[in-house]
């Protein structure tokens, strides 16, 4: 019997290599998705905040699921401390953009 596909994608958050991450394409999604424009800083830091969330709840047993909505809410708490004002749909956005290129 092969491996539960969630426990693979969860190693695989687990160990990849933050040399994988790109940024560019990133930035790139997250400016083709997001409607609130941000700078690199900003969307990086967001970014950063959803990946620490998503690896700290898959690490603490969590489906990656969870840790997406753990991400969902870190950006969120974030983006209101930055004073930015991003919708829902823009939080999630960047959210998968991140999970897509950078986590």
């Known amino acids: 019997?092969?491996?539960p596909v969630g426990i693979l994608l969860s190693t695989v958050l687990l160990i990849a290599p933050a040399a994988s991450a790109d940024?560019?394409?990133?930035?790139?999604q997250v400016a083709n998705n997001v409607r609130v424009a941000l700078t690199r800083s900003?969307?990086?830091s967001l970014?950063?905040?959803a990946c620490r969330a998503v690896r700290s709840a898959v690490a603490n047993g969590m489906s990656v699921g969870e840790g997406r909505s753990q991400a969902d809410q870190a950006v969120g708490y974030a983006q209101e401390k930055?004073?930015?004002g991003l919708s829902e749909?823009?939080?999630s956005h960047l959210v998968d953009?991140?999970?897509d290129q950078l986590c």
Request: charged share 10%.
């Open 1 to 3: 019997m092969g491996v």
């Open 97 to 99: 953009a991140a999970v």
């Open 23 to 28: 940024e560019n394409q990133y930035l790139t």
């Open 42 to 44: 900003q969307a990086i």
């Open 89 to 91: 749909a823009d939080g």
């Open 82 to 84: 930055m004073g930015l």
């Open 47 to 49: 970014g950063n905040s």
